[in-house]
């Protein structure tokens, strides 16, 4: 993959967690492909399926937060044209009055590329809570 | 998307939770792509790159259950050729002794295709522990 295509993703990567700093709706509707393809998982959620599903749960989230900062560390890109998807941990900041709480999440977000540029079709975020795999019955 | 494709990408997701079923790794290996490319996050886990880090998961994991059974629901498939993702709902049955227990996790599976089939390229599982998007500073 060349150097250029890899910073076209990472750029679109980081433009989904502008948006999602400036709780900004248009925004973020501006990086999906606001299709019924679309899929979503917010830390420990369910499906969301189709972009007014998803749409509604972004206006949910930003009507209920009131700070939010991303540091988004060991991004890697995989491009398979016309696909590309980062995945990336989110190591997220949050203020609550004067108090500040920092979480670890672990994201996979997907692109398809068009003529306008990459858009976001699958994100999915969950909590890192174990550092290793162990069985499922132990 | 032909019908025929969907079923393609269809049965490699099963015979995905087939292997998982069977505990049995080489059928795993033989589902992924085993480049590295892969990443994969269990439940509640972390990111892990490459086969290497992928196929020792596996082994822990294989190690440490001893019955695990998949019923899959609501699989969506998307095609954007060369590349395929499943989003579905994994519900867990595991058994320790005579008891059983019922977890549901939402997976993202994404394959590529090349001359020899549908290849897993990326798992990515998490727990359900609630059924609407909040914020994250409320």
């Given at each position: 993959?060349?150097?250029?295509?890899?910073?076209?993703?990472?750029?679109?990567?980081?433009?989904?967690?502008?948006?999602?700093?400036?709780?900004?709706?248009?925004?973020?509707?501006?990086?999906?492909?606001?299709?019924?393809?679309?899929?979503?998982?917010?830390?420990?959620?369910?499906?969301?399926?189709?972009?007014?599903?998803?749409?509604?749960?972004?206006?949910?989230?930003?009507?209920?937060?009131?700070?939010?900062?991303?540091?988004?560390?060991?991004p890697r890109v995989e491009v398979v044209d016309p696909v590309a998807w980062v995945t990336c941990v989110e190591?997220?900041?949050?203020?609550?009055?004067?108090?500040?709480?920092?979480?670890?999440?672990?994201?996979?977000?997907?692109?398809?590329?068009?003529?306008?540029?990459?858009?976001?079709?699958?994100?999915?975020?969950?909590?890192?809570?174990?550092?290793?795999?162990?069985?499922?019955?132990?």
């Open positions: 993959m060349s150097a250029a295509l890899r910073q076209q993703v990472l750029a679109a990567n980081r433009t989904f967690y502008d948006a999602f700093e400036a709780l900004d709706l248009e925004r973020m509707e501006a990086c999906w492909e606001a299709s019924g393809q679309v899929a979503c998982v917010h830390p420990g959620g369910p499906w969301l399926r189709g972009w007014d599903e998803v749409r509604e749960s972004w206006e949910t989230i930003f009507a209920n937060t009131s700070y939010i900062e991303f540091q988004i560390s060991e190591r997220i900041v949050t203020a609550v009055g004067a108090e500040r709480a920092v979480s670890e999440i672990v994201a996979t977000n997907v692109f398809v590329v068009d003529a306008t540029g990459w858009h976001m079709i699958l994100h999915h975020g969950s909590q890192v809570i174990r550092a290793a795999p162990r069985g499922w019955s132990s």
